[in-house]
Every structure is written in structure tokens, then in C-alpha cells.
């Protein structure tokens, strides 16, 4: 008998899935902020010395480096036993708070809504509803 194919996709849904998912994500971040600058921590981290000031390249290193660091945290729970779990909760705390400071950065603080047209606003909204997702799943795997 074929089995229901709803319920072969619902695994990609499992909060193990997901947690490799955020995981390699933020290995990605990290990476990227390292190696161009470019990419979602290194938008953040211009817009924090925006903001701030400060010197933009040190922004970037450190969100790049706790990216990292977060990432491998959960990347490696998953695999190896003697992480404790402190260490994830840490990481998964960092995880949330960050990604929501770049909701709030960069999909509000930092955008100019009187200059948008009809397309604008849809590509916005997809980066808002991404970013949301993304935040989903932090609080998915959290639980």
C-alpha cells in the first residue's frame, strides 16, 4: 500500500529537520560575513553602525562569529552527545533575539515606506514573511 506522501513531507516539519535547517543557516551567515561581508549579517551589521556608529568591518566579525559559533552549537547537538544543553539554549536564545533585532532592523527601522511603489511593497512583505518563517522555526526548534 503507498503510504500517504502529506505525512512523507511532515517530516521535513520535525524540530530535528528544522534544527539542521537553522543550523546551516546560520553556518551560511557566518561564513558569508566572513569570506564577502555580504548577505543578511552584513546588512545588519551596516545598519547597525548606521545606527550606532562605530566601525562597520567590527559589526560584521563579531555577528559573523557568534553566527558561527550558534550554528555549529546546534549543528553538532544534533550529532554528538556531550553537548550539553546549555550550550543549545544559549545558542537558540542568541538565535531568537538576533533574528528578531533584524526583523525589527531591517524590515522596519530602516525602511523608507513613503518611498515604495506596487512592487516595492511585494518585495518587502516576501522579506518580511521570510524573515517570519525563519523566526517560526527558531521558536519551533525551542520548544
Not at 505525512?7 to 543557516?25: D, G, R, T
Request: charged share 15%; hydrophobic share 55%.
Amino acid at each position: 500500500m503507498a503510504q500517504n506522501p502529506k505525512k512523507s513531507l511532515q517530516v521535513l516539519a520535525s524540530p530535528k529537520i528544522l534544527q539542521l535547517l537553522i543550523s546551516l543557516l546560520f553556518i551560511a551567515m557566518g561564513i558569508i560575513g566572513f569570506s564577502s561581508g555580504r548577505g543578511t549579517g552584513g546588512a545588519l551589521s551596516r545598519e547597525l553602525s548606521n545606527m550606532f556608529g562605530g566601525d562597520r568591518e567590527l559589526f560584521l566579525y563579531v555577528l559573523s562569529t557568534l553566527e558561527l559559533l550558534c550554528g555549529i552549537f546546534l549543528g553538532a547537538q544534533l550529532f554528538v552527545t556531550g553537548i550539553p544543553d546549555k550550550f543549545v539554549t544559549i545558542a537558540l536564545t542568541f538565535i531568537w533575539i538576533f533574528w528578531v533585532a533584524l526583523i525589527v532592523i531591517l524590515d522596519v527601522l530602516t525602511i523608507d515606506f513613503g518611498r515604495f511603489d506596487g512592487s516595492g511593497w511585494f518585495a518587502w512583505i516576501e522579506q518580511v514573511v521570510l524573515h517570519l518563517i525563519v523566526l517560526a522555526s527558531i521558536m519551533q526548534i525551542q520548544k
